[in-house]
């Protein structure tokens, strides 16, 4: 009895799964191939995807279907039944239709935000935004929360983070980061020499093909491609895909999209192949999610022994680029008070996050309205970051998360900058020679570590446990002051 009921959920997760791989598939089409003309009816087929998603996801079954997994003897199938008991609730909760009617209305917001991207006018914007403001609102009503709405959209990013929590680790992350934009600005500052170079599409993407391949990214289950945004997304157990954006005048820039997406395909192609299928063959939390990314992207991509690799790759795909490891290095850790998350370095990244938090917290909670944002916005990032902004464009439209609905989501990015921090602490203490081995570009070792102790668990551990079972203790936010402080702090 028992085995016929796990056999039935097993095939109820999988048409989940495939529903939201397909669901992947358009949106990984509408950002790397759609014609503008096509957004109508693609938001409606989102729509009705979702809505045979959501009958899935609510199918009363599940409350047959879960007591019978509570009690199972395995604790990975206790697990299991964690992740399915708390995503049946987030769903049996909204209102039929909710979750389609939210699907089409951000992807019709998206393009409402491309075209007021396109004329640097966030009026443009602003009623599409409203009303997907309006819709989180609700969600968090019927999602229910403790002390603030903005707690139920964390909940569904980084399970066991409130907003209280994130304000006091802000604050102190703040105060930290300030004191070391002021010392790492306060000497001469050299013009890049890099940004006077044009570096053409082909030869980034070369060198972008063969930092993947040497990270052990499986061409054979993925494949990179350009977009606006940069994105990683899954499509199948074994269909990965990258997405990159090269700047003739900013190598910097595609060189590090490619890396982060790169720690991301690496998660999502080494789950643990059992629970493929199923829910539990997910990473452990957005946060940990971007832990991965982050780690690539900054601990190891802009180290000085990757310079030197970087430096031997870049002439051997074309003898035209040939710079010293240490001028790379030192554009690879430039840092600038700049408007752009994106580009942003890595000691002033998190003042950019603390940015949107506040607004977000304030904006979902009912405190302030879409029409104040551009205000706040380019108040706040004298602030926090001492540069003044006047256009929607470089300012409040940067980013694409808001127009999906994506509020409570940018904390994780902060955290994942945390996590990856106290990750590689742990890892360099038992793998010898991590240098050498960056230097030399072999990186299977650290690969295989991070897949062994991060990757290969699954959704299986809460995001606190599975800190603890890698690293032996709980989150702790030192371990990234004092990288930067060792980086940027002399
Ligand atoms: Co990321």
């Known amino acids: 009895m028992g085995e016929n009921i796990i056999n039935l959920i097993k095939e109820k997760e999988q048409v989940i799964k495939d529903l939201q791989h397909i669901q992947s598939l358009l949106g990984w089409d509408q950002e790397t191939g759609m014609p503008a003309a096509a957004s109508g009816d693609r938001a409606r087929q989102e729509g009705l995807i979702q809505s045979i998603l959501s009958s899935h996801l609510e199918d009363e079954s599940w409350e047959e279907w879960l007591p019978e997994l509570a009690g199972h003897e395995n604790t990975d199938f206790r697990s299991w039944h964690r992740i399915l008991g708390k995503r049946y609730r987030q769903n049996k909760v909204l209102p039929p239709g909710f979750m389609s009617r939210f699907v089409e209305t951000s992807s019709l917001s998206r393009n409402r935000w491309l ?49 209280a929590s994130l304000d006091t680790l802000f604050s102190n992350l703040q105060s930290e980061l300030t004191v070391l934009m002021d010392k790492a600005l306060s000497g001469p500052k050299p013009e890049s020499k890099l940004r006077e170079i044009s570096f053409p599409a082909d030869f980034q993407r070369k ?3 063969r930092i993947l391949e040497d990270m052990g990214y499986d061409f054979d289950a993925g494949r990179l491609d350009e977009s606006v945004h940069p994105f990683t997304t899954t499509l199948g157990s ?24 790169g720690g991301h395909g690496l998660y999502e192609q080494n789950l643990p192949l059992e ?3 199923t829910a539990a063959a997910e990473a452990s939390s957005f946060g940990f999610h971007e832990s991965q990314s982050r780690l690539w992207e900054n601990i190891v991509g802009r180290s000085r022994p990757f310079s ?50 506040r607004l977000e917290r304030d904006l979902v909670n009912g405190s302030i309205e879409v029409k104040d944002l551009p205000g706040l916005w380019n108040s706040l990032t004298e602030v926090l970051l001492g540069v003044k902004n006047s256009s929607d464009r470089l300012g409040i439209l940067q980013d694409i998360h808001w127009t999906g609905g994506d509020m409570g ?33 072999n990186f299977t070792g650290i690969r295989d570590w991070l897949r062994e102790r991060v990757h290969s668990k699954g959704a299986l551990l809460e995001p606190n446990e599975l800190m603890e079972s890698v690293t032996g203790r709980k989150p702790d936010a030192s371990f990234f002051i004092e990288y930067l402080k060792e980086k940027y702090g002399q």
């Open 238 to 261: 074994r269909d990965i895909r990258l997405t990159t954006a090269f700047h003739e005048n900013d190598f910097i820039s595609g060189l590090s999209s490619t890396i982060h997406e």
């Open 115 to 163: 075209e007021a991207r396109e004329a640097d006018d966030f009026s443009l914007f602003a009623p599409a935004l409203e009303q997907v403001v309006e819709l989180l609102r609700e969600m968090c009503v019927y999602q229910g929360y403790e002390d603030e709405p903005y707690n139920a959209l964390l909940d569904r990013y980084e399970p066991g983070i409130t907003a």
């Open 308 to 357: 030197r690799y970087l430096s031997r790759i870049m002439k051997e795909i074309d003898p035209a680029f040939d710079f010293e490891p240490e001028l790379l290095y030192s554009e690879l850790n430039r840092v600038e008070r700049s408007l752009i998350r994106v580009d942003a370095d890595e000691v002033s990244y998190n003042l950019h996050i603390i940015l949107r938090f």
């Open 409 to 441: 989501y940018f904390p994780t990015y902060t955290l994942g900058n945390l996590y990856a921090s106290q990750i590689w602490d742990a890892l360099v203490r038992e793998l010898p020679d991590t240098d050498g081995r960056v230097e030399k570009g």
């Open 275 to 277: 629970w493929f299928g």
């Open 207 to 209: 060198v972008s093909l």
